[in-house]
């Protein structure tokens, strides 16, 4: 009962959308401003009225009032990344987000105590760590797998940033056009023809459930989005593939790299 007079007094506020659906305009403006090529400019972010407004729009819109499961998962993807760039704004790590939090990345994992476990994000009036809004929301809720490709955990190895929010009138493209781009950028992921190697990143591994049980289904789940001519070679035969894991780049996806 607290929360849903908490939601309905920021909607006063803040003038919230919620059947008729939410625009996301307002982050398309603050991507759009602050990213270019996956890097972000952070020190400019920081004095946008833009992202903190947008986080008050979202603060202010209860998902479960929002007309269908498009426009709740495209909510709660933008939510991550904004919440994510509000983060590392506060906080101006130097290097990399993992510096914020106690512990490390290792340790602080196991003690909960990381940058993903910071209880920052509101959205429809209840506070929600960056691990809730993945496990618990995204990953539990909407299974689907393609979702990996679009939060960005402000690091090198992760998918990049789009220059647009998502919608759910474009999601499926959006997705889809993130999981292309993601196999495709041989940072991330390479294939070797002649070898026949698939070196793909640590997301593949991390969330292999999610992707497949086997290293060979995750590789067949990352085909569908690889260049053609690798998707083709690993379909032919996928047995004949070995699959390694890259180590993960957490360095800051700073412009002034």
């Known amino acids: 009962m607290k929360t849903s007079i908490l939601v309905a ?4 506020l803040f003038s919230c959308e919620t059947a008729m659906g939410i625009d996301h305009s307002l982050f398309t403006q603050v991507l759009e401003a602050h990213v270019k090529n996956g ?3 952070y020190v400019g972010l920081k004095t946008d009225t833009r992202l903190p407004r947008y986080l008050e729009q979202l603060a202010a819109t209860d998902p479960s009032l929002l007309a269908n499961d498009k426009e709740r998962l495209a909510l709660w993807l933008n939510a991550y990344n904004a919440y994510t760039l509000e983060l590392i704004v506060k906080r101006q790590p130097k290097r990399s987000i993992t510096q914020i939090g106690t512990g490390g990345l290792v340790l602080g994992s196991v003690l909960k105590t990381t940058a993903w476990d910071i209880p920052l994000a509101v959205v429809g009036g209840k506070k929600y760590t960056l691990n809730q809004i993945e496990h618990e929301v995204i990953r539990a809720k909407f299974k ?3 979702t990996h490709f679009a939060l960005n955990c402000a690091s090198g190895s992760c998918p990049v940033l789009r220059t647009e929010a998502y919608d759910a009138k474009h999601l499926d493209e959006q997705l889809d056009d ?3 781009q993601f196999l ?4 991330k992921n390479s294939f070797d023809l002649a ?4 070196r793909l990143s640590s997301i593949f591994k991390w969330y292999r459930g999610d992707f497949g049980a ?3 289904q995750a590789l067949l789940t990352a ?3 690889a260049p053609p001519e690798v998707r083709s070679a690993i379909e032919a035969d996928p047995a004949a593939w070995k699959v390694k894991f890259l180590a993960y780049d957490w360095s800051l996806n700073d412009q002034k790299k």
């Open 195 to 198: 070898t026949r190697t698939a």
């Open 39 to 41: 890097l972000v400019d």
């Open 9 to 12: 007094a920021l909607c006063l």
């Open 144 to 146: 689907d797998a393609r």
């Open 223 to 225: 085909a569908k989005y």
């Open 178 to 180: 993130q999981g292309r």
């Open 214 to 216: 086997s290293d060979t």
């Open 184 to 187: 495709a950028d041989s940072t």
